[in-house]
């Protein structure tokens, strides 16, 4: 039967000499080397526990000199490690998200690992790890805000590899501070070992620090290559400094790929009327390339172009950001200061998370309806084909978010299926309406499949009325902001046709009042005002006003 490993903790004397407190005694298993390896990690903890975290902090520079000695070359690394780092496709706004996941990770591992290694060492005896578990968990939460606020998560931070390793060493010695301040509060000093402590602080920082450069290797890598994808963006810009914007690192940096770009006159006689010609056309692809923001480059000093820009762009729901011109970037050479990135011009209708927020009600909502109403559907789809010939379901375009054209879904209530240039909108006592389709109309019955559409994610259970494609156009061409609808998904149910303006209209002030409302619903939006629309749906369903 083995027996514990034996106390071989010794001390220091005065004259530098090792005193071991006794012989250890024989262990069958072990052999000289094994008892050499424990004295030296026994001296290494009995220091540390004196001379305190400067020597961890010593020891981990010292470390990580050495590596940068014997390491790869960027050159080198970059043939070795590239075949394979090209085969790894991540998106640009993933990276930061994994890398502090892993930076957690790591700090309840080497938590854990410190406490462990500490007691076999000192002790010969295996400790409860629960508390090592604890410490690890908020270490990691007090690093994890430390590291977010000193922007260590964000891509460029990788970029800068002496200023990232200075801001891991500020960020982990005030993490050590917090913790130890929380365990002398709480008086959880005496569950843990001071020394385990430290040995976890070392082992932490050096894990980190190591990590953080294997990390910042790879994605200088990532970027030569081709394996990091930014957000995909269109560039919009004069052609002097367009000019100046062609290296894809410098994009890549910023987080963007060039999808497209489109070069505005720079004539003075040219500028208004072509240069809406082109930024219609930019608008355009960008639908068509499927872009997620555009990007200007511009002469910061040339306000009223800019003004001009601005304000043809808010025809797009994509956010616009601005590039530093060049008089800008020639500031910030030969500084020591951050060179300055985008500035927001435009921000989108609703940031990711409210976009998020706004899905899953709808997923949520248009699930749970479509279950309780099936057994509705049903009936009212055989009543449709006994009343009339034709198909259950009518199919007519629609323009949604960004002008992207989708089919929406209807129940048949004409003897008609228009879906051209030129349709009529419905009007009291329409002779095209079959005798069921009134009382599908009347009771709004006949927009339940678009609880299909929602699922699609083609519209939302809240948001602008879709409209014909003939009627976008005609209004479009009547009303200036009548575009701007189409900044958010079209909706089931709006804001305003809760405040009385539904169904036909017959003069343009009543549509000019209805994109009035719909403009306000977007530059409003909240959780709490899509399910007050929903509530005041129903009582407007009761009321059936303008329903014909």
């Not at 012989?23 to 026994?42: K, Y």
């Not at 010969?124 to 977010?148: K, S, V």
Request: aromatic residues 8%; charged residues 20%; glycine residues 8%.
């Amino acid at each position: 039967m083995r027996r514990p490993i034996p106390n071989l903790v010794g001390a220091v004397s005065n004259d530098g000499a090792w005193r071991s407190r006794g012989r250890a005694p024989e262990i069958p298993w072990a052999v000289p080397r094994h008892r050499c390896v424990a004295n030296t990690l026994n001296l290494t903890i009995n220091v540390v526990e004196r001379c305190g975290i400067g020597v961890v902090v010593l020891s981990t520079v010292g470390l990580l000199r050495c590596i940068r000695v014997i390491g790869f070359s960027h050159r080198d690394a970059v043939s070795f490690l590239g075949p394979f780092v090209r085969r790894l496709r991540w998106s640009y706004d993933a990276i930061g998200p994994l890398v502090a996941l892993s930076d957690g990770l790591l700090t309840i591992l080497t938590s854990v690992l410190g406490g462990l290694l500490y007691h076999l060492a000192a002790f010969g005896t295996f400790p409860e790890l629960d508390p090592y578990f604890a410490i690890g968990i908020l270490a990691m939460l007090a690093y994890q805000l430390i590291a977010w606020n000193a922007g260590l998560y964000r891509v460029t931070a990788w970029l800068e590899p002496q200023r990232n390793y200075g801001l891991i060493l500020a960020s982990w010695f005030g993490t050590f501070l917090l913790l130890s301040l929380f365990l002398f509060l709480l008086k959880l000093g005496s569950e843990v070992s001071r020394g385990a402590v430290v040995t976890f602080a070392g082992l932490a920082l050096s894990a980190l620090v190591g990590w953080r450069m294997a990390v910042g290797r790879w994605v200088r890598i990532g970027f030569e290559v081709g394996s990091i994808r930014g957000r995909r963006a269109m560039l919009i810009g004069t052609p002097g400094e367009l000019a100046t914007v062609k290296s894809r690192q410098r994009l890549l940096a910023l987080g963007l790929t060039e999808v497209d770009r489109h070069a505005l006159p720079h004539e003075e006689a040219e500028f208004g009327c072509r240069c809406r010609e082109v930024l219609e056309l930019a608008i355009k692809r960008s639908r068509e390339c499927q872009a997620d923001e555009v990007i200007l480059a511009l002469p910061w000093g040339n306000i009223e172009q800019l003004t001009f820009v601005r304000e043809c762009l808010r025809a797009s729901p994509l956010p616009v950001r601005l590039l530093p011109d060049h008089f800008v970037r020639t500031i910030w050479q030969g500084t020591r200061s951050a060179a300055p990135t985008l500035v927001d011009i435009q921000r989108a209708p609703l940031s990711r998370f409210e976009q998020a927020t706004k899905r899953m009600l709808d997923i949520a909502g248009a699930g749970a309806a479509l279950l309780f109403f099936l057994p509705l559907l049903l009936v009212v789809a055989v009543l449709i084909k006994l009343d009339s010939a034709g198909p259950v379901i009518f199919r007519q375009r629609r323009k949604g978010f960004n002008g992207r054209v989708f089919d929406i879904f209807k129940f048949r209530t004409m003897r008609v299926m228009e879906n051209g240039q030129k349709i009529m909108q419905a009007r009291r006592r329409d002779p095209r309406v079959t005798r069921l389709g009134r009382f599908l109309r009347a009771s709004s019955i006949d927009e339940l499949p678009q609880l299909l559409n929602v699922l699609k994610g083609d519209m939302s259970l809240v948001g602008p009325r879709p409209h014909a494609i003939a009627h976008d156009d005609q209004y479009g061409a009547l009303i200036g902001e009548y575009a701007l609808r189409h900044n958010v998904k079209p909706g089931i149910t709006g804001w305003a046709q809760v405040n009385g303006f539904r169904g036909e209209t017959r003069h343009l002030e009543l549509m000019r009042k209805r994109v009035e409302l719909d403009l306000w619903y977007i530059d409003n939006w909240t959780a709490a005002l899509d399910l007050q629309i929903l509530l005041r749906t129903v009582v407007e369903l009761l009321r059936r006003r303008n329903a014909y």
